[in-house]
């Protein structure tokens, strides 16, 4: 809060000699916040009552959100019943060089008139950080990026006042008072200390995919190989990809495949709520352990993928971030579109540069995909016969493009389950039964690198405990393959998995079979045999 010359304190007026008369000048200080990516920026909200033509000029680089906020402030506190000082108001969003942005300056200026005319107590106002909208009669409204705002509150030692959640407060350790009204601020922002005036806080939502449907592998029929792959890329954070037939149940078993991957930490959960917070989305079952999956449709632009705009806000690939990124007819989205994944994949991160700053958002999730051998989607059924031309197919196939696919560790065939199967209801393994042995494998790795902890620097390979027998298999399958460096890698952590998952000690000749099994095709129709 500033002070007066003279020692007075913010709030109290000033005389001021201009001739023979006085003009009476009132300042108040009120902290504010914009968002900057999926971080909060502090900004001081200067306001100044001084003489002159009545009105309201916000200087201090405001965006259109914060400029509308004159009239919204204006019809808030007549409704309110509190007196609109009849004197020029002039607010400064400091630092001037900062540009502002969103709706969540309405309370902060509404804060700082009410208390430079004197009309509501100034006692701890200095202690707060206000955010929040205001409506026409006086109500406040939440915004996006509560949880960051929370963050910088705790970070500034400052409790954050406003329409609260004060479950996500608690959960980033901040301080808050929650504020439903402008009226609240007559009884001193403080009278709600230690009461918890929040909405009721209800039960952690289950996980609700964008995709609806089933959601529970044993709902899949006779796809158990395709569930294996799912279970491998569970427990090694292994992208996959899935080809086959229309109707093979592909998209379905993305559906399920959130359920067998393990809780979130906190950490992680706090990480993934705050980017679901800056762009408005529901937050609870992140913040109940339930990892985010995204399904963008293939129309969607670069910036809608990996983020951008102005303000610049994080694109799909963040809000996957700790979960899955389904990308469902996978040749049909835009090769330019694709091609920017390729990054984000290798440095779990997202860099945007753009006039106002650099913006870094956090990208690491899954990579399910799913596609069609060919445009008719037939190539390989044995049930149908494919009409596409070879010209057709790999102008099909080449959208996706050599550089994504090796950056993906695993493709499956998924072939169209048997009609007797479906018809007679044969049950597979279960989603439960699946993430036990996701559990399982993943305590035996945990086990096992902790063991390894303090062996000496090795070769990567070396590392990951291979016996001579799979690494000379390895070499031989990597020279007539011709993997390159990546690939081979990729291959080499992928049988390491599968030794994890069957608890071997060493990874054996069997486990880098199978690991290269899903590696061995380079293009979407190549050697596929949908067979039922």
């Known amino acids: 809060m500033d002070e007066y010359a003279g020692g007075q304190a913010a709030g109290k007026p000033i005389e001021k000699d201009v001739g023979q008369a006085t003009e009476p000048i009132l300042r108040f200080t009120v902290h504010g916040a914009t968002l900057s990516g999926i971080d909060a920026i502090g900004v001081e909200v200067e306001v100044d ?9 916000i200087v201090g680089m405001p965006d259109t959100q914060i400029l509308e906020a004159r009239s919204r402030v204006r019809c808030a506190l007549r409704a309110a019943g509190f007196e609109i000082p009849r004197k020029l108001a002039t607010i400064n969003l400091r630092p001037g060089d900062v540009r502002k942005t969103g709706t969540g300056f309405d309370l902060p200026i509404a804060v700082g008139i009410l208390a430079a005319s004197g009309q509501i107590p100034t006692d701890d106002l200095e202690k707060c950080l206000f955010i929040g909208e205001l409506g026409l009669t006086g109500e406040l409204c939440p915004v996006h990026g509560e949880m960051a705002f929370a963050a910088l509150a705790a970070e500034q030692h400052l409790t954050l ?4 959640d004060g479950h996500l407060a608690r959960m980033v350790g901040a301080d808050f008072t929650t504020l439903t009204h402008i009226n609240d601020l007559m009884q001193g922002v403080m009278s709600f200390e230690g009461q918890d005036r929040c909405v009721q806080e209800a039960e952690p939502k289950a996980l609700t995919l964008p995709l609806g449907g089933a959601v529970d592998f044993g709902d899949v029929i006779d796809q158990e190989q395709a569930k294996r792959a799912f279970v491998i890329a569970a427990v ?3 992208g996959l990809l899935m080809h086959g037939p229309p109707g093979s149940g592909k998209t379905m078993l993305a559906r399920c495949y959130p359920k067998i991957l393990p809780k979130l930490e906190r950490a992680g959960r706090l990480e993934a709520a705050r980017v679901h917070s800056v762009v408005g989305l529901d937050v609870d079952s992140i913040l109940a352990g339930e990892r985010p999956f995204r399904a963008p449709h293939h129309s969607i632009s670069s910036v809608g993928l990996v983020g951008g705009g102005r303000p610049v806000r994080p694109g799909e690939i963040s809000l996957a971030h700790e979960g899955v990124l389904f990308l469902d007819e996978l040749p049909e989205f835009s090769s330019a579109t694709l091609q920017v ?4 994949m290798e440095d779990g991160a997202v860099r945007i540069v753009r006039a106002e700053g650099t913006f870094t958002f956090p990208a690491r999730f899954q990579l399910v995909a799913a596609a069609n051998p060919c445009p008719c989607g037939h190539l390989g059924d044995p049930g149908k016969r494919c009409t596409c031309s070879p010209e057709k197919i790999a102008r099909y196939q080449g959208r996706v493009g050599g550089p994504l696919m090796d950056r ?10 048997s009609s007797r199967d479906m018809i007679r209801g044969r049950q597979g393994l279960t989603s439960a039964q699946l993430a036990a042995r996701v559990e399982e494998a993943r305590a035996f790795r945990e086990e096992r690198m902790h063991l390894a902890a303090d062996a000496p620097p090795c070769h990567v390979l070396e590392c990951l405990g291979f016996e001579m027998a799979a690494l000379d298999y390895l070499e031989r399958v990597s ?3 011709l993997l390159g460096g990546r690939a081979l890698t ?8 599968v030794a994890d998952i069957e608890a071997h000690e060493k990874v054996t000749m069997g486990d880098v079979a199978e690991a290269v099994a899903f590696r061995s095709r380079q293009n979407l129709g190549e050697g596929a045999s949908y067979a039922a």
Do not use: C, E, F, Y
Not at 161 to 164: I, K, L, S, T, Y
């Open 341 to 344: 994944l390729r990054q984000p």
């Open 408 to 417: 993906i560790d695993l493709a499956i065939d998924v072939a169209r389950p």
């Open 49 to 57: 009552l001084s003489r002159g033509i009545p009105g309201m000029t």
């Open 161 to 164: 006042a406003g329409p609260v």
């Open 479 to 481: 020279r007539k393959l």
């Open 236 to 238: 090694g954070n292994h």
């Open 490 to 497: 990729r291959v080499a952590r992928i049988a390491r998995t």
